[in-house]
C-alpha cells in the first residue's frame, strides 16, 4: 500500500505525550530545525546523532514500523569506488576504508521506540567481514529544552543555561531556568565500556566476524520540577494496548487494498490518547503529529 508524507523531509513516532522527530536518515540534529525527543512539548534532546569512527554511517533503509516505533538500517564504510555494475567490486579484491575496516564489513540496525516517558534506542551492529573489526561506535547527543512551537519557528520566548554532566555510561542535562527544572538523563546500558569524548557518548568494540552486539541508549524525560512525570508508565502503556486491542477490527475479504486503508485508520486513531493526567483521562486525544502533540478541545470533541 502507497504510503504519503506530508512533511516530507521529518519522520516521526509518539507515544502518549512523548515524541520523536528525525530526519530521513534517523538524526537529530541541525538540518531539521524540528528535529529532537519532546515530552509535553518540551524538547529533551536536540542532537542524537548516529556515529561510527566519528562518521556517519551509509543509510540504506527507513521504516515506519508503528506509530511508535521507527527503524533504519546502515553499513559502514561504504565503498567510494565502485565497478562492475556500479553497486560494489567488479573483482574479488577487498578494499578498506581509511581506518583499515573493510568496505562494507558493519551492518547497522537502529530500532528507536518512543515509550509514555522516555525514548529506548536499540542498535544491532554485525561484522559481515573475513576479519576482526575494531571502531568506535556512539551518539552524538544535546539537549536545549525548547518548546515544540520555539522550535518550530526557530525563536526562543524563553531561554537558560544548560548544564551537563558526565558520568559513567550516562549524560545528565539539566536546565536551569527559575521555573522549568528541566532534566534529561541519558544513560547507555552497561556492558559495555561507555565514556563520554566531546560530545559522544560512545564505545569501543572489537567485533570478530559473524560477530553480532547490541547497545542500548534509554532518554528519560522529566516533569517541569525536575522529578519523574509519572510512577506508573509500564500500566498507563498496559491500558493504551488493552483499549487498542478492543477497538472494532475490519475485514474486507473482496478488496484487501479497503481493508489495509480502513484498518490503517483504526491504528492511527488509536494512537492519539495523551496518557496524561488521572485514569479517567489517559483517552483523552491529541491534536495532531507533529506540530501538535496536545490536548486542544475541539480536536478532541471531534475525533
Do not use: K
Not at 208 to 234: I, K, N, W, Y
Not at 244 to 265: K, W, Y
Request: glycine share 8%; charged share 25%; with cysteine.
Amino acid at each position: 500500500m502507497a504510503v504519503s508524507l506530508i512533511r516530507s523531509g521529518q519522520l516521526y513516532a509518539w507515544r502518549g505525550a512523548s515524541l520523536l522527530i528525525v530526519n530521513p536518515r534517523g538524526d537529530c540534529g541541525d538540518d531539521e530545525p524540528l528535529s529532537g525527543y519532546y515530552f509535553r512539548e518540551a524538547r529533551f534532546l536536540r542532537a542524537l546523532q548516529l556515529q561510527v569512527n566519528g562518521r556517519s554511517p551509509w543509510l540504506c533503509e527507513a521504516a515506519l514500523v508503528e506509530p511508535h516505533v521507527l527503524a533504519f538500517a546502515y553499513i559502514y564504510p561504504e565503498l567510494t569506488e565502485f565497478g562492475g555494475g556500479g553497486s560494489g567490486q567488479s573483482g574479488d579484491e577487498a578494499s578498506d576504508d581509511a581506518d583499515g575496516i573493510p568496505h562494507r564489513a558493519l551492518s547497522l540496525r537502529v530500532l528507536h521506540t518512543v515509550h509514555v516517558d522516555r525514548l529506548s534506542v536499540i542498535l544491532t551492529i554485525s561484522n559481515h567481514s573475513t576479519r576482526e573489526v575494531a571502531c568506535d561506535v556512539g551518539w552524538i547527543v544535546d539537549a536545549d529544552f525548547a518548546d515544540i512551537q520555539e522550535a518550530h519557528q526557530n525563536r526562543r520566548e524563553q531561554d537558560a543555561t544548560v548544564r551537563r554532566e558526565n558520568g559513567d555510561a550516562q549524560v545528565v542535562f539539566t536546565y536551569e531556568h527559575p521555573r522549568l527544572r528541566y532534566r534529561a538523563t541519558i544513560s547507555a546500558e552497561r556492558g559495555a565500556a561507555w565514556h563520554v569524548r566531546d560530545r559522544a557518548l560512545q564505545t569501543t568494540l572489537e567485533l570478530a566476524p559473524q560477530r553480532c552486539v547490541e547497545l542500548r541508549l534509554t532518554v528519560h524525560a522529566s516533569a517541569a520540577d525536575g522529578d519523574t512525570p509519572f510512577a506508573d508508565a509500564d500500566r498507563r502503556e498496559a491500558f493504551l494496548e488493552d483499549w487498542q486491542t478492543s477497538l472494532a477490527g475490519v475485514s474486507v475479504p473482496g478488496n484487501r487494498h479497503a481493508e489495509q486503508v480502513l484498518s490503517a485508520n483504526i491504528r492511527d486513531f488509536a494512537s492519539f490518547p495523551l496518557l496524561d493526567g488521572e485514569p479517567d483521562e489517559w483517552l483523552a486525544l491529541q491534536a495532531g503529529m507533529p506540530l501538535y502533540p496536545a490536548l486542544f478541545g475541539r480536536d478532541t470533541l471531534t475525533a
